[in-house]
């Protein structure tokens, strides 16, 4: 636990303190503003089928799955480093959610925000423009309710985003041919919105 980590999660910390009337807000968003982040996947991925954007499409597909890829590279990163959440360390923290035994770092929600936000941007900038907002907010609102130091988060987003980016040239180039293969299918419907205005 560096100083200024510990320093950074006190001032937030006191910051939640001092603003009860937000809590129910943030306690909301941080638990379950997750369910956010796959409703910008499915609109996002409507578009892409409602367009034909076979490359789109792709990154979507790529977002979910990346962020499933991601959260298991977190768990390997969380029991190597093994620290403990910031409550165990600070007795006198206050908490506005439940307590957990597991690992601190990598903050599992925003490895996720952080995967999701990223294939958003390679699908649709608008769209990963938004989910890149909402990734911070739910980074800070972690730390907010007591849950994770702020490092925790940044190593979350960083985790989350840095793997989709990372391996989006070789996902792409597996994705959209296996999609396009789709298209004859009955399944088509998942990847083209042709037979819906030909109908």
């Given at each position: 636990?560096?100083?200024?980590?510990?320093s950074l999660y006190r001032f937030v910390n006191r910051l939640a303190d001092r603003?009860?009337?937000?809590?129910?807000?943030?306690?909301?968003?941080?638990?379950?503003?997750?369910?956010?982040?796959?409703?910008?996947?499915?609109?996002?991925?409507w578009q892409a089928r409602r367009t034909d954007n076979r490359c789109s499409l792709?990154?979507?597909?790529?977002?979910?799955?990346?962020?499933?890829?991601?959260?298991?590279?977190?768990?390997?990163?969380?029991?190597?480093?093994?620290?403990?959440?910031?409550?165990?360390?600070?007795?006198?923290?206050?908490?506005?959610?439940?307590?957990?035994?597991?690992?601190?770092?990598?903050?599992?929600?925003?490895?996720?925000?952080?995967?999701?936000?990223?294939?958003?941007?390679?699908?649709?900038?608008?769209?990963?423009?938004?989910?890149?907002?909402?990734?911070?907010?739910?980074?800070?609102?972690?730390?907010?309710?007591?849950?994770?130091?702020?490092?925790?988060?940044?190593?979350?987003?960083?985790?989350?985003?840095?793997?989709?980016?990372?391996?989006?040239?070789?996902?792409?180039?597996?994705?959209?041919?296996?999609?396009?293969?789709?298209?004859?299918?009955?399944?088509?419907?998942?990847?083209?919105?042709?037979?819906?205005?030909?109908?």
């Amino acid at each position: 636990m560096t100083v200024v980590d510990a320093s950074l999660y006190r001032f937030v910390n006191r910051l939640a303190d001092r603003t009860s009337f937000a809590h129910p807000l943030f306690v909301a968003y941080a638990k379950y503003g997750v369910a956010l982040f796959g409703l910008l996947l499915l609109v996002a991925w409507w578009q892409a089928r409602r367009t034909d954007n076979r490359c789109s499409l792709a990154a979507v597909v790529w977002g979910g799955a990346g962020t499933l890829a991601a959260l298991g590279a977190g768990q390997i990163v969380g029991h190597v480093v093994d620290r403990a959440r910031p409550y165990t360390a600070m007795p006198t923290a206050h908490l506005l959610i439940t307590r957990t035994s597991d690992f601190s770092v990598p903050s599992d929600h925003a490895t996720a925000v952080g995967a999701v936000a990223a294939g958003l941007w390679l699908a649709n900038r608008r769209f990963g423009s938004m989910a890149g907002v909402l990734a911070l907010l739910m980074a800070f609102s972690r730390v907010y309710v007591g849950a994770h130091y702020p490092g925790d988060v940044i190593a979350g987003l960083v985790l989350g985003a840095g793997i989709v980016l990372v391996l989006w040239p070789l996902a792409g180039r597996v994705l959209r041919p296996s999609l396009r293969r789709l298209e004859p299918s009955p399944l088509a419907f998942l990847v083209t919105g042709m037979n819906m205005r030909s109908a």
